[in-house]
């Protein structure tokens, strides 16, 4: 629904733009995450043993680029010392590789780090940044570890 709404909203507001988002809610009790793209890099999810799974069942169209308002929604269980790592495309995007290449990159060291916290997982992923020239994009990262 936040998604359906946004859209039509820039629609209305900003007719020219288009913007890409997931939104996600993550219930720290049940560790029930549910959660929707909008065009945006998949979600990573880590589990409480360190394998990692990109959310992708859930994919959908760039917000602003058509009125259509089906937006499909994903739902997981994060286990106890689960994690979750949502990433703006900045971190996987280089004009020097596919974009598999830089989702191979992050899942690979989010795997090799076997990250105990949310810091950690943060970490990992800036790793990716290590060595290399300014990026032309943004790179926002937020993390979520549930307790184990």
Known sequence: D???RTNAALLRLLPEAITSAVYAVLDLTTGELVYANAGHPPPLLITGTGEVEYLGDAPGVLLGACADDSVRTGQRRLSPGGGLL????????DPRRDIDEGLN????AVRRSEARTADQIRAAAESLLHGEPSRADDVCLLTARLLA
């Open 2 to 4: 936040v998604l359906q």
């Open 86 to 93: 949502l990433y703006t495309d900045g971190l996987i995007e």
């Open 105 to 108: 990159a992050l899942a690979a």
